[in-house]
């Protein structure tokens, strides 16, 4: 039997955002030119939902190495992040409207549930990066109104709240400094507002900073464990139990980067380190505290996934290593839904 899939982050938005917003909505709707993630493709693999991400590329387009590392980029100009973002925002509207019900952008836990039960995928509107907001919150608030309900201060690099984690291996996640002053008002800004704070791109600085910020539960959409991959993008067992405490959640990233012991980029690699990410974080925070963030068209996954209509031997590979139904029902969806309902308080 299919189990639905929320799940925790995409960057869907962005691959689309580069083809012109007429031609990349009718491939998106097609499933044409897919890499990972398309109307089609979504319903092959039971995805219920999740968190779409708006990202403003740095300025200019950092290089990635081989190795997976990457230089300190340069966060991309106020203007220019609101133009992006209000692009990206633009095509999420308008699939909205050209599914004819498929989809449904959603604002409370509610309409994911409704979404879910008329078989629409829910999409939650995501800023991975809060170059966009300026430091009155002025933006903060137009994009709250549009939709807006999760956000993640920073990317993988500094700009005016925080620092983000450069990504390199082996690393610890404690690469420099955290939240700026601004930072720390952005994120009692979103608590007021109910919008959930992702420290999934934050180092570790930041993540603490957040935790004794935030009322709100910690929530990293889409890391791994540090303790398997040793990688500055991945969460400590420290950082876990905070999590835990905070009754936030980890969404377990599809990178090959972030799964694998040794870093590399490489898509052969099994989809049972997935279930490995899984059962390490699962046995750290509990079983209402884990889910999926695939990253699904924002980096290289195992070639054993390839794209969402896969999601199923996700599910599979849970029952094989012995995940009851209950489990892996909270896995695929319920703790995610769990935890926006507790984030938006409605
Ligand atoms: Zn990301």
Redesign the pocket.
Do not use: I, L, Q
């Given at each position: 039997m299919q189990i639905p899939v929320f799940d925790g982050?995409n960057?869907v938005l962005s691959r689309l955002g580069r083809h012109g917003s007429a031609a990349a909505l009718s491939a998106f709707m097609t499933g044409e030119g897919a890499v990972h993630l398309d109307m089609v493709r979504a319903r092959q693999g039971a995805l219920a939902g999740g968190l779409f991400?708006m990202?403003v590329a740095s300025a200019p387009d950092a290089a990635i190495a081989g190795n997976g590392q990457v230089s300190i980029p340069t966060s991309p100009a106020l203007a220019q992040a609101q133009q992006t973002v209000g692009a990206m925002l633009s095509l999420l509207v308008r699939m909205e409207r050209q599914s004819q019900g498929r989809l449904a952008i959603c604002r409370t836990a509610d309409e994911i549930d409704a979404a879910m039960a008329k078989d629409a995928l829910a999409a939650v509107l995501h800023l991975?990066g809060a170059e966009p907001i300026d430091t009155d919150f002025e933006f903060l608030d137009v994009l709250y109104a549009a939709g807006l309900r999760s956000l993640?201060p920073v990317?993988?690099r500094p700009n005016a709240f925080g620092h983000g984690v450069p990504f390199r291996c082996p690393s610890s996640p404690d690469t420099g400094p955290g939240l700026t002053d601004a930072g720390k008002e952005l994120v009692r800004a979103c608590n007021r507002l109910g919008i959930l704070i992702d420290v999934?791109?934050l180092n570790e600085r930041g993540f603490w900073d957040i935790a004794a910020t935030s009322d709100a539960p910690i929530v990293a959409t889409?890391s791994n464990a540090h303790a398997l991959s040793p990688h500055s993008r991945n969460l400590t067992d420290k950082q876990l139990a905070a999590i835990a405490e905070s009754g936030g959640m980890v969404g377990v990233n599809f990178a090959v980067a972030f799964l694998r012991p040794d870093g590399r980029r490489d898509v052969d690699t099994p989809i049972d380190l997935v279930i490995d990410h899984l059962a390490h974080i699962l046995d750290r925070v509990g079983e209402n505290q884990v889910g999926f963030g695939s990253?699904f068209d924002?980096?290289d996954i195992p070639a054993e996934i390839g794209h969402v209509g896969n999601l199923q031997k996700l599910v599979a590979a849970m029952r094989v290593r012995g995940f009851g139904e209950p489990l892996i029902e909270k896995i695929c969806f319920r703790n995610w839904l769990r935890v926006l309902r507790r984030t938006w308080r409605t």
């Open positions: 982050h960057d991400a990202f991975e993640g990317w993988s999934s791109h889409h990253d924002g980096t």
